[in-house]
């Protein structure tokens, strides 16, 4: 076939299609899928030797697939070990999370009692302060009205 003119051969093929015979349009027949070939003398689509090699791939191809099974079973238990480190790894992050919030925790209430423990002393101090002063200035009024009257009757008394 591949040796007449591309004319010959388009007609040929119409005519068989019109008889329903055409196989070059239906793929893996063997005839390359209707691809016209651009060196004449050369079966369309096909590498050369490749018939020779043919049955030595198929004797290879059940060890190919026990060996892809043998990685799929590789890639699972990769994959459940990836997996069960992922678990421990977000279960020890999750404890350090939490042992974290309650040393925070701890840390706020001591803070928070230390604050209350300082302004309990502060109050203490400005009630003393308070105290202190209050008395000042009653000893000052004393002061102030003693002098007074040390006044007055120094004043009072009579001069010889």
Same mark, same amino acid.
Request: aromatic share 0%; glycine share 4%; net charge positive.
């Given at each position: 076939?591949?040796?007449?003119?591309?004319?010959?051969?388009?007609?040929?093929? %119409?005519?068989?299609?019109?008889?329903?015979?055409?196989?070059? %349009?239906?793929?893996?027949?063997?005839?390359?899928?209707?691809?016209?070939?651009?060196?004449?003398?050369?079966?369309?689509?096909?590498?050369?030797?490749?018939?020779?090699?043919?049955?030595?791939?198929?004797?290879?191809?059940?060890?190919? !697939?026990?060996?892809?099974?043998?990685?799929?079973?590789?890639?699972?238990?990769?994959?459940?070990?990836?997996?069960?480190?992922?678990?421990?790894?977000?279960?020890?992050?999750?404890?350090?999370?939490?042992?974290?919030?309650?040393?925070?925790?701890?840390?706020?209430?001591?803070?928070?009692?230390?604050?209350?423990?300082?302004?309990?002393?502060?109050?203490?101090?400005? $009630?003393?302060?308070?105290?202190?002063?209050?008395? !000042?200035? $009653?000893?000052?009024? %004393?002061?102030?009205?003693?002098?007074?009257?040390?006044?007055?009757?120094?004043?009072?008394?009579?001069?010889?």
């Amino acid at each position: 076939l591949d040796t007449l003119p591309a004319v010959t051969r388009k007609m040929r093929k %119409d005519a068989r299609k019109e008889n329903g015979l055409d196989l070059d %349009d239906e793929p893996n027949t063997g005839t390359g899928g209707g691809r016209s070939s651009a060196t004449p003398g050369r079966t369309p689509g096909r590498t050369s030797g490749r018939k020779t090699r043919a049955p030595a791939r198929k004797a290879a191809a059940p060890a190919k !697939q026990k060996l892809t099974a043998a990685q799929k079973e590789a890639a699972k238990a990769a994959k459940e070990e990836a997996d069960r480190q992922k678990k421990e790894a977000d279960k020890k992050r999750k404890e350090e999370e939490k042992k974290r919030k309650e040393e925070e925790k701890e840390a706020e209430k001591a803070r928070k009692a230390e604050l209350k423990e300082l302004q309990k002393q502060a109050n203490k101090a400005e $009630k003393e302060a308070e105290k202190r002063r209050l008395l !000042q200035e $009653k000893a000052d009024a %004393d002061a102030k009205e003693l002098k007074a009257r040390i006044e007055a009757l120094k004043n009072a008394t009579p001069k010889k």
